[in-house]
C-alpha cells in the first residue's frame, strides 16, 4: 500500500520539488501551503505521515501538531524548517513530533527519515496496551482485542481493520486506504465483506465507535 504523505510547506517552489520527489518514490502526497488548510485535510483524510513547516501562514506547524496531538492524532510528523537553535528544537519535540530536519536538506535524507518512522506501527503510545474504553483493551505488540480480560476472536481482515482504525483514529479512512490494507494486490476487495467486519467489530465495541461517513469511509472514535 502507498504511504500517504502531507505535505505542509509555503514555499510553492520548495513544496513542488519535495512533492514530485516523493511521488516519484511512489508515496502519495496531499501539499498544503497553510496551517488552516493542513488541519482541514487532517480532520478530512487519514494520512501515514505529516511534513511541516513551521513558519507558515495561519497557523504555525508547532501549533497545528500540538493541536492535533490534543485531539488524540498520533499520525508520525517531522518539521522542515529553517529554525536553527535549541529552543526551536525543544520546542518541535514537546509539540509531538517524531524528527526535525532543517533547511537546506537532501531529498534522500528526508526520504531516509521517512522510511524509518514508517517501519513503526504505532506512535506516540508509551505502553504496549491501548484502552479503547476501560474494559477494552487492544495489545499493540500482539494484535489483540481483549474485552474484560477475555480476548475475542476476530479473523485476519478483522484485526487488520481494527489495527488501522487505531493508527487513525479520529481520522477518516477512506474506503480505499481500507480496501489496500485488508487485500493484496492479487484479491478483489469486496464491499459485503467489509461491511460485515465493520458490524462484527461493532458489536464487540459498540456501533458508536465506527461511524459511517457518507461516500468516503469510516471514523473510528471513543470520545
Known sequence: MRAKILL???????????SEFLQEQDFEVVSVYDGEAAAERIYEQAFD???LDVNVPHL???ELLKQKRKEGVTTPAIYITSLNSMASLEDGYESGCDDYIRKPFALKELLF?????????FFHESKSTLEITKNIQYDTELNRLFVDGKE????????LLLKLFLQHRDEVVTHEVIYDTLWEY????SESALRTYIKNLRKILSKETIVSIK???YRFSTQ
Open 113 to 121: 527519515r521517512m522510511q524509518s518512522i514508517l517501519k513503526r506501527n
Open 215 to 217: 461516500k468516503l469511509g
Open 49 to 51: 505521515l505529516f511534513l
Open 186 to 189: 492479487d484479491e478483489h476487495p
Open 8 to 18: 505542509l510547506e509555503d514555499d510553492v517552489t520548495l513544496n513542488e520539488t519535495i
Open 152 to 159: 475475542q476472536n476476530l479473523s485476519t481482515k478483522e484485526a
Open 60 to 62: 504555525n506547524g508547532f
